[in-house]
């Protein structure tokens, strides 16, 4: 998150969804006018964003482990990304594995995955767009 708001730009907006209170309130202590920070999951994004009047956004990225989510919650996020990713944004998803990759790609026709061997652990990264 350090790093995202790094290299925002000045009058760019991060609204960052947790589920967890602990991490929530953590996320808090860097102390950001850009950032909001939503005690909420992922599934209610585009209508958060509708109720603060944002009908689509540049960028989504997420490291939800989306492997370990259940069908219908994952299918649900994906969704809602699509939904509020504006035509040439571009949605980044961190994983540790390639088994949604199917479902991904089902969802976003432009899919590349990077590999970066030296994240901890490996991590695979899939940029998406329309």
């Not at 920070?37 to 958060?48: E, G």
Request: charged share 25%; net charge positive; with cysteine.
């Amino acid at each position: 998150t350090k790093t995202i708001l790094a290299r925002m730009r000045s009058d760019a907006k991060l609204i960052v969804f947790e589920i967890n209170p602990v991490f929530a309130k953590t996320l808090l202590r860097l102390d950001d006018a850009r950032m909001v920070v939503v005690n909420d999951s992922a599934t209610t994004l585009s209508s958060y964003l509708t109720s603060c009047g944002i009908s689509e956004v540049d960028a989504v990225i997420s490291t939800l482990p989306l492997s370990i989510l259940d069908r219908h919650t994952r299918a649900r996020i994906l969704e809602e990304v699509k939904r509020v990713l504006h035509p040439k944004g571009r949605y980044v998803q961190i994983q540790y594995s390639t088994v949604s990759k199917k479902e991904i790609r089902k969802k976003f026709p432009v899919v590349k995955i990077d590999f970066t061997p030296f994240n901890f652990p490996p991590a695979f990264v899939y940029v998406c767009e329309h």
